[in-house]
């Protein structure tokens, strides 16, 4: 089967999809959505040229601020196609109806291996509580670039620790289901150069009881992006920069690590469930909108 895909934007994520999707076999052509000149694809210059390439597979890899209004012309000029949205799903709540596609969000994590052990690992467990942190230092995510010209440095453009780092909220709400929030820090609080929120300490809590604390910030130096996990017979500590795993189950200890994970192996994951319409672990349209509707609730939290 020979697909064609657009990706919408050639920064540094929307090069790694393009970079991704030009290594799928049935992937007949991949073009790009871009100002810049000389790529090596096929390159459109205005989104009025989509409808006339007519691609089977969109990825949306812009800066978030421009996510609604790209999404809602393609949902307008195309029909019956697959569209991945990168995460999160927009800068703000949208109302928006997909009515003509197929609309996906972006997050990959859900695809680690590790996050499938868990939730293999909880699955009928009472869980008490759980600990999320990922914190990392923005100038160094991208070191041929400055960060502060980023658009994770720009409020404007949707950057921020609440939108950027926000795999944490989605896939914690797939493990335990909707957090409600009772508490929020969210501000900038270090002495980066940046006009976003570069730091978010949320406590929140689940229908049944599970007690959730999440950090995020953009000023840690030594990468951190771990998970802990307590419930009744149950222990797990996570880390997904190690890539490794530990679960307790009534005392006794299973380790797994994972050496050789490659950082595209969860987004080559992620393309290939939906070119293969195997939805299982995928973030629909309809997560993605209760991920904004989580992130819009800490947003406006009283200060």
């Known amino acids: 089967m020979d697909i064609s895909a657009l990706v919408i934007s050639h920064g540094s994520i929307g090069k790694r999809h393009a970079e991704i999707l030009t290594q799928l076999e049935d992937i007949s052509e991949v073009s790009v959505l871009s100002n810049q000149d000389s790529l090596n694809y096929r390159t459109l210059k205005s989104m009025e040229e989509i409808p006339h390439l007519n691609p089977d597979y969109v990825v949306i890899a812009s800066p978030t601020s421009d996510h609604y209004s790209q999404l809602k012309f393609l949902d307008q000029y195309l029909e019956a196609k697959k569209i991945l949205v990168e995460k999160p799903l927009f800068n703000s709540m949208f109302d928006l109806t997909i009515i003509n596609n197929q609309v996906y969000v972006g997050y990959n994590l859900r695809f680690h291996p590790l996050i499938h052990k868990i939730r293999e690992a909880i699955e009928g467990k009472t869980i008490w509580s759980i600990h999320a942190f990922c914190g990392s230092y923005l100038p160094d995510w991208r070191p041929d670039r400055d960060y502060r010209e980023t658009s994770s440095a720009s409020k404007a453009l949707g950057g921020g620790v609440l939108l950027d780092l926000s795999h944490e909220l989605d896939y914690i709400q797939w493990l335990v289901g909707t957090l409600q929030v009772e508490h929020v820090i969210s501000k900038k609080v270090s002495n980066l150069e940046i006009d976003s929120d570069d730091l978010l300490m949320l406590t929140a809590s689940t229908r049944d009881n599970v007690k959730i604390q999440i950090g995020l910030n953009y000023f840690t130096h030594d990468s951190i992006r771990q998970i802990n996990i307590d419930g009744e017979g149950v222990s797990i500590k996570g880390d997904l920069i190690a890539n490794t795993l530990s679960i307790t189950l009534n005392c006794k200890t299973s380790r797994h690590s994972w050496p050789k ?21 995928i973030c629909s349209f309809d997560q993605g909108i209760k991920t904004m509707q989580l992130i819009d609730k800490i947003r406006f939290w009283p200060k």
């Open 261 to 281: 994970l490659a950082r595209n192996t969860t987004f080559q994951a992620q393309h290939r469930a939906i070119l293969d319409g195997d939805l299982s672990n």
